[in-house]
């Protein structure tokens, strides 16, 4: 080794261990890495040589490896080391790059025994290499970046800080048609349609002003003169000291999206209006307890506002269970089969002049099926024949008139956003951008695409891929892509291929849009439409829609088709099918109605139909509706028909006054259940001042009731939500839309409370605003408790990072998902390394991984707290014993949705634990050996002493004594062999408490006249003193005990109470028993004798041979004999006790009730 040494050059010694550690190293390494020999031998390699940049560090273990493993010598160059240098001031580190290369010294057999590694200082030539390196790699990522902004699928722009274009990319300008030497500062707004133009605009400068993102959608001119819908995005560019520098954006194509929404939202509007306007009353129950879950407003103003949804028909109408009506729909509900209603009568509540009316339906109860036949609901359709069924009685009331009522849908747009990625050709991820990780949650180093999509498609998608790069054509497609809280949304993804000059790919450049709100809603969208359309289907009324300037049929009822004889054939024009009804002029209506984009009301028309079964026609009388069906665009597309049949009411029309006075009966019964509401209703005219607020505005903001809200409104609005509240107002009256957004009110105390704010606009014919109709509702708590879960979570991210253990948290399935900075404390591992499924692995000790795998799974499956105790790796070496507990955190309907879990080091305490085995057993030993010396040596003293009393007896019987004092040594050696005697017994009585203890059997024993037995063996102390005895075992009469034991133990404590009584007063003792807990049992005993001086003697209570009465005779062995007896079986005894007033004697036993 000292030649070694002295070898010329930068030479270490290793062994190929785990460590590599270091054992010699030559004077020429100690000078160039500044340290000694004594700082490096015997050290492992990478503690006391490791590079100063992670980059190097691996790069050298890697070598270091690859010589151990293959038995080859291998180099690692551009090693960076910040050495120390004595010459600079205050020995500033300087940087040094070295060149190790590493060599194999063999065993004679050809193992490895050491790895020699040379080293060179190569700083000046890596030094010297640096600037070109640096420049090819800028100009190999300028190349990209701008391959990324030419090929990416997607519309880019920028502009200057001042908001100037000066950058569109070729996607943009292909669309738009414009040529790159044409772009002017402004020209972007020229293509936007003008109707989005100021909107654009409005948010441009908006995002301008506040620096904040910009996002709007408009419509975009095409090259070829199209308007297309585009979603665009913007955000600010600004330097270190946040100068702004420049805007940079992105437009999305959501043009076929956005037309899916319009007709989806036209189609739930049109078949809406349907069932908002037909004459009828139709609701829908679900389930077996018939829930009601649709009312339209004639059902509603029917009930007069009593009905809620979501309450069950028996406790909405208690009335149907008497009636029989909740029987029948009870049998449709069972037999799936429906249920015609014919002049059905129904009270109604008592009237201002308190007579009950009774209206009379025609209709049906009619089973609503799942696809599998099974019956999910009812659905009711009713129409008032109250005036059919007067008229033919001369009594009651005409049906209610149809009211009608449009009702409008809002489209939710958000924002989506996107992520760029980018693929080798054989579509492994090498690059995403910030978004991406930042929505994932997944760490910025893994680029596993395939780990955050939903597991149904993720075959999908790699099918798409792999047809992609099969095909080398642009690819795209739709999936569920995991948020950073565990939640699955639609994203739509694009892709385009990178070619090389040969036309090989060499990349793949693509981006993924969030789709979800939109994909949700269309699916909503297609439900609710599926959902109107069985509805419709199965309503018994006449209802039809036909389109086009000829009115061909796109769908009739079966009632529709009866009524027109079976003759409707979808397709086909109504003038060519029903000629007789056009001859009367009712094709010409609709022509007019089609025309004119107004719907027709036609009351009580008189039409003749052809009757295929007599070849005649037949007079009928409807009420019925031509409704024109708007388009996306605000076209007419065709015409709903509904009619009813009313010939019968035709001579009820002298009846009109009355429903007239009913109408305004339910109008008013309409305002006060509005006003019975807690939430704040208001009307405004359509300039937005203030027309009408409900009371409840009055009682919140404690103003004068009635007066005008228009000149006090804004006094009550918080003065920083005014501007916000203004503008709100602003663009929903210049866009002729409703509004939703929260604000601030001052409540009459002065407080504010968050409110959300929403109104809807009525239109007129020609679509101008009529008013506006809004409410306020208090959210107030929920802001609170939005907040206090955000604080809530911070202040549990500082404690985890607080507390001295290790945290964790992992999801519902067990995968781990968060350590604290505490783990790499504990185990020199980084807490991102340790996270997934396999994050217990590289933690815990081979040997534990097994059975804590099971502990953790059967914790799983049963829900229940997880706990088990585990080694750790340690940052220092070797294993540390950790306390692992988890508890599940579960969601109202008991579901696991997240473990929260802990680990404790345990390591001291577990060997505490050992040591104190190791003792417990010593003691064993010895308290054994010392039972078995007491138990031989009173066994054998028994006999001698039984032969000196018999001895002395004979002496005392024959001999004869003169000394006077003679008798007194005789009493004196009498009471030492009594004093001997009984030691002896005290003794054997220790030894024999614990025999039984270990031998005898437990057994249940009676506690009254088990104690009774002991009593009467002290009957004549009882009876001397004249003593009272209580027992009271009525809450314990049982206990599963050792009998000799509970023996001792109770004639012990009663002894002890008669032979320590107070001499002024007779004993008064109790004895009760009682289970605190279900396994243990409590037994007192008291008394009001003489009482123990705790102060003085409490530590020397239990003590054997203690006695602390000395009047009379005693062995001082009782209570210590209680005491083993209530601790060898785990309990514990407990004394209270007062000087001349008594003592309480507690026993806690731990024991199974009988």
Same mark, same amino acid.
């Given at each position: 080794m %000292? ?7 930068n @030479?270490l010694l290793?062994?190929p261990?785990a460590d590599?550690?270091v054992?010699?190293s030559?004077?020429?390494y ?5 340290k000694?020999?004594e700082q ?5 390699f990478f503690e ?13 273990q890697?070598?270091?490896m690859?010589?151990r493993?293959?038995h080859q010598?291998h180099?690692?160059?551009g @090693?960076r080391y910040d050495?120390?240098?004595p010459a ?11 060149q190790?290369?590493?060599y194999l010294i063999?065993t004679?057999e050809g193992?490895?025994?050491f790895?020699?590694q040379?080293? *060179?200082?190569v700083t000046a030539q890596y030094?010297a ?9 800028l100009?190999?990522?300028?190349e ?5 902004? *030419?090929a990416l699928p ?5 502009t200057?800080?001042d908001?100037?274009t000066?950058y ?5 300008l292909?669309?738009t048609?414009?040529q790159?030497e ?9 293509d936007?349609?003008p ?6 605009q ?13 996002e709007?959608?408009?419509r975009l ?9 585009i979603h665009?995005q913007g955000?600010?560019?600004r330097?270190?000291?946040?100068t702004l520098?420049?805007?940079v954006?992105?437009g999305?194509?959501?043009h076929?999206q956005?037309?899916?929404q319009?007709?989806?939202a036209?189609?739930d509007r049109?078949?809406h209006?349907i069932l908002?306007q037909?004459p009828?009353h139709?609701?829908t129950?679900e389930?077996p ?5 649709f009312?339209?407003?004639?059902s509603?103003q029917l009930?007069?506002?009593?009905v ?25 509900y ?7 209603l014919?002049?059905m009568?129904?009270a ?5 002049d308190g007579?009950?009316p009774t209206?009379y ?5 009619q089973p609503l ?11 009711v359709?009713g ?7 007067l008229?033919?009685?001369?009594t009651?009331e005409?049906m ?6 449009d ?5 939710l747009?958000?924002? +989506? ?5 980018i693929?080798?050709a054989?579509g492994k991820v ?5 978004q991406r990780h930042a ?8 680029y596993d695409?395939e780990a955050?999509?939903?597991p149904?498609d ?5 099918g798409l891929f792999?047809e992609g790069r099969?095909?080398?054509l642009?690819?795209s497609g739709?999936?569920?892509l995991r948020?950073?809280d565990?939640?699955y949304r639609w ?6 291929p990178?070619?090389l000059s040969?036309?090989?790919i060499?990349?793949?450049y ?10 949700m ?5 297609e439900?609710?439409d ?8 199965q309503?018994p009324a006449?209802?039809?829609?036909v ?6 049929f796109?769908f009739?009822?079966?009632?529709y088709?009866?009524?027109m004889?079976?003759?409707v ?5 109504a003038?060519?099918l029903l000629?007789?009804v056009?001859a009367q002029?009712?094709v010409? @209506?609709?022509?007019?109605v089609?025309?004119?984009q107004?719907p ?14 007599t070849?005649g026609t037949?007079?009928y ?5 031509y409704q ?8 007419v ?7 009813v049949d009313?010939?019968e009411?035709?001579y009820a029309?002298?009846?009109?006054e009355?429903?007239?006075t009913?109408?305004r009966?339910?109008?008013e019964?309409?305002r006060?259940m ?5 939430n ?7 300039s937005?001042?203030?027309?009408y ?11 004068p009731e009635g007066s005008?809200i ?5 006094e ?7 501007t916000r509240v ?11 839309r409703?509004w939703?957004f ?14 959300l704010?929403q109104?809807?606009p009525?239109?007129d014919?020609q679509?101008?605003?009529?008013r ?5 509702t208090?959210?107030?708590a929920?802001?609170? @408790?939005?907040?206090a879960?955000?604080?809530s979570e911070?202040?549990f991210?500082?404690l985890?990072?607080?507390v001295?253990?290790v945290i ?10 968060y350590?604290?900075d ?6 020199g %591992?980084?807490p991102a390394d ?9 933690i815990?000790?081979p040997?534990?991984q097994?059975?804590s795998?099971e502990?953790w799974?059967?914790a799983a499956q049963a829900g229940?707290a997880?706990?088990?105790e585990?080694r750790f790796?340690?940052?220092?070496g ?8 988890a ?6 309907q008991?579901e ?8 404790t080091d345990?390591?001291d305490?577990?060997?505490t ?9 010593q003691l064993?030993?010895?308290?054994q050996?010392?039972?078995n ?6 066994h ?5 002493i039984?032969?000196m009393?018999g ?5 005392k019987r ?13 009493s004196m ?5 009594q004093?001997i005697n009984?030691?002896i017994h005290?003794l054997?009585?220790?030894?024999q ?6 031998q005898?059997?437990t057994e249940?024993?009676?506690?009254l006249?088990f104690?009774?037995e002991i ?8 009876d001397?003193?004249?003593a009272?005895?209580t027992?009271?075992?009525a809450a314990?009469p049982?206990l ?10 109770l004639?012990?404590?009663l002894?002890n109470? +008669? ?6 007063r ?5 004895v009760?028993?009682?289970?605190p807990?279900p396994n +243990?049992l409590l037994l007192m005993?008291?008394?009001?004798g003489?009482g123990i001086?705790l102060?003085r003697h409490?530590?020397? +209570?239990f ?6 009465h000395?009047h009379?005779?005693?062995?001082g062995m009782?209570?210590y004999l209680?005491?083993?007896i ?5 309990g514990?005894l ?10 309480l004697?507690r026993l806690l ?5 009988p």
């Amino acid at each position: 080794m %000292l030649l070694f040494r002295h070898l010329p050059g930068n @030479l270490l010694l290793l062994t190929p261990d785990a460590d590599f550690t270091v054992v010699d190293s030559s004077e020429g390494y100690s000078t160039a890495a500044r340290k000694n020999r004594e700082q490096l031998v015997g050290r492992p390699f990478f503690e006391v040589c490791a590079p100063a940049t992670p980059a190097s560090h691996q790069r050298l273990q890697a070598s270091l490896m690859h010589v151990r493993q293959h038995h080859q010598e291998h180099t690692a160059s551009g @090693l960076r080391y910040d050495l120390t240098c004595p010459a600079e001031p205050e020995g500033a580190p300087a940087v040094h790059y070295w060149q190790a290369t590493h060599y194999l010294i063999l065993t004679e057999e050809g193992t490895l025994r050491f790895i020699l590694q040379k080293t *060179e200082d190569v700083t000046a030539q890596y030094q010297a290499e640096q600037p070109a390196k640096t420049h090819t790699t800028l100009l190999t990522d300028q190349e990209r970046a701008h391959f990324l902004l *030419e090929a990416l699928p997607v519309m880019m722009w920028s502009t200057t800080p001042d908001g100037l274009t000066d950058y569109q990319n070729p996607r943009w300008l292909q669309f738009t048609g414009r040529q790159p030497e044409k772009l002017e500062a402004t020209s972007w707004l020229e293509d936007i349609h003008p109707d989005d133009r100021v909107r654009a605009q409005q948010a441009w400068r908006e995002a301008q002003a506040n620096g904040r993102f910009y996002e709007v959608e408009y419509r975009l001119r095409r090259h070829d003169g199209q308007y297309r819908w585009i979603h665009s995005q913007g955000v600010a560019q600004r330097d270190a000291n946040g100068t702004l520098l420049a805007w940079v954006g992105v437009g999305l194509e959501v043009h076929d999206q956005k037309q899916v929404q319009q007709q989806l939202a036209a189609k739930d509007r049109q078949l809406h209006q349907i069932l908002q306007q037909i004459p009828a009353h139709v609701a829908t129950l679900e389930g077996p307890e018939h829930i009601y879950t649709f009312l339209n407003e004639r059902s509603k103003q029917l009930f007069g506002g009593t009905v809620e949804l979501g309450v069950p028909a028996a406790k909405a109408r208690p009335e149907f269970i008497s009636n029989g009506y909740l029987h029948l729909i009870d049998k449709v509900y069972r037999t799936a089969e429906p249920f015609l209603l014919t002049e059905m009568p129904m009270a109604q509540p008592p009237g201002p002049d308190g007579t009950t009316p009774t209206l009379y339906f025609d209709g049906a109860f009619q089973p609503l099926t799942n696809e599998e036949g099974q019956t999910q609901g009812i659905l009711v359709f009713g129409l008032d024949v109250t005036e059919r069924v007067l008229a033919r009685q001369r009594t009651a009331e005409l049906m209610e008139e149809i009211r009608q009522q449009d009702a409008q849908f809002r489209t939710l747009v958000e924002s +989506l956003p996107l992520f760029v990625y980018i693929a080798d050709a054989e579509g492994k991820v090498v690059y995403f951008n910030p978004q991406r990780h930042a929505y994932t949650g997944q760490d910025s180093a893994v680029y596993d695409w395939e780990a955050a999509i939903h597991p149904n498609d993720l075959e999908r998608i790699r099918g798409l891929f792999a047809e992609g790069r099969r095909t080398g054509l642009p690819w795209s497609g739709e999936f569920r892509l995991r948020r950073h809280d565990g939640q699955y949304r639609w994203h739509l993804t694009h892709a385009v291929p990178l070619r090389l000059s040969t036309g090989t790919i060499s990349r793949w450049y693509g981006s993924t849009t969030d789709i979800h709100d939109a994909k949700m809603f269309q699916q909503q969208l297609e439900a609710k439409d599926q959902e109107l359309l069985q509805i419709l289907s199965q309503v018994p009324a006449y209802i039809a829609t036909v389109t086009g300037p000829d009115h061909r049929f796109v769908f009739a009822t079966p009632n529709y088709n009866r009524l027109m004889g079976g003759r409707v054939r979808l397709g086909q024009p109504a003038a060519e099918l029903l000629p007789e009804v056009a001859a009367q002029g009712f094709v010409e @209506l609709l022509d007019t109605v089609y025309r004119t984009q107004k719907p027709y009301i036609g009351h009580e028309n008189r039409i003749e139909l052809l009757d295929p079964a007599t070849g005649g026609t037949q007079e009928y009388y409807l009420n019925f509706v031509y409704q024109p069906l708007y388009g996306a665009e605000a076209q007419v597309q065709g015409i709903l028909a509904f009619g009813v049949d009313v010939t019968e009411q035709v001579y009820a029309r002298q009846r009109a006054e009355a429903l007239a006075t009913e109408v305004r009966r339910s109008d008013e019964r309409l305002r006060r259940m509005t006003e019975a509401l807690p939430n704040i209703t208001f009307i405004n005219e359509a300039s937005g001042v203030g027309h009408y607020v409900s009371p409840q505005w009055y009682a919140f903001t404690g103003l004068p009731e009635g007066s005008s809200i228009s000149n006090h409104w804004r006094e009550i609005v918080h003065p920083d939500d005014l501007t916000r509240v203004n503008e709100e107002y602003r663009l929903a009256r210049e866009q002729k839309r409703g509004w939703s957004f929260e604000v601030r009110f001052r409540r009459h105390d002065g407080q504010y409370c968050w409110f959300l704010n929403q109104a809807q606009p009525e239109y007129d014919d020609q679509g101008n605003i009529v008013r506006w109709y809004g409410s306020d509702t208090n959210i107030n708590a929920q802001k609170e @408790l939005t907040e206090a879960l955000q604080q809530s979570e911070q202040y549990f991210r500082f404690l985890s990072e607080s507390v001295p253990q290790v945290i964790w948290t992992a999801e519902a399935d067990g995968q781990v998902d968060y350590f604290n900075d505490r783990l790499f404390e504990v185990t020199g %591992l980084r807490p991102a390394d340790c996270l997934g499924r396999s994050a217990w692995a590289a933690i815990l000790h081979p040997d534990d991984q097994q059975r804590s795998l099971e502990a953790w799974q059967t914790a799983a499956q049963a829900g229940a707290a997880y706990e088990n105790e585990y080694r750790f790796v340690s940052r220092t070496g070797g294993y540390r014993w950790f306390l692992g507990r988890a508890e599940p955190l579960r969601n109202e309907q008991g579901e696991i949705v997240r473990w929260f879990g802990s680990c404790t080091d345990i390591d001291d305490v577990k060997q505490t634990q050992q040591l104190l085995h190791r003792q417990n057993a010593q003691l064993t030993q010895i308290n054994q050996a010392l039972d078995n010396f007491v138990y031989t040596a009173s066994h054998d003293l028994k006999q001698p002493i039984t032969n000196m009393a018999g001895i002395f007896e004979e002496l005392k019987r024959t001999a004869t004594f003169h000394d006077e004092a003679a008798g007194q040594l005789v009493s004196m050696f009498e009471g030492a062999l009594q004093q001997i005697n009984t030691t002896i017994h005290d003794l054997s009585a220790v030894v024999q408490v614990q025999r039984q203890h270990e031998q005898l059997p437990t057994e249940v024993i009676e506690l009254l006249p088990f104690t009774q037995e002991i009593l009467h063996s002290l009957q004549d102390q009882i009876d001397e003193l004249h003593a009272q005895v209580t027992l009271d075992f009525a809450a314990a009469p049982l206990l599963l005990f050792v009998r000799p034991n509970l023996q001792s133990i109770l004639f012990n404590l009663l002894s002890n109470a +008669l032979k320590y009584a107070a001499p002024q007063r007779p004993p008064q003792i109790t004895v009760t028993s009682s289970w605190p807990e279900p396994n +243990l049992l409590l037994l007192m005993v008291q008394d009001n004798g003489l009482g123990i001086d705790l102060e003085r003697h409490e530590r020397q +209570l239990f003590q054997m041979f203690r006695r602390f009465h000395h009047h009379v005779n005693g062995s001082g062995m009782g209570l210590y004999l209680v005491n083993r007896i209530v601790q060898q079986m785990g309990g514990s005894l407990e004394v209270e006790s007062e000087v001349d007033k008594g003592t309480l004697f507690r026993l806690l036993l731990p024991t199974q009730k009988p």
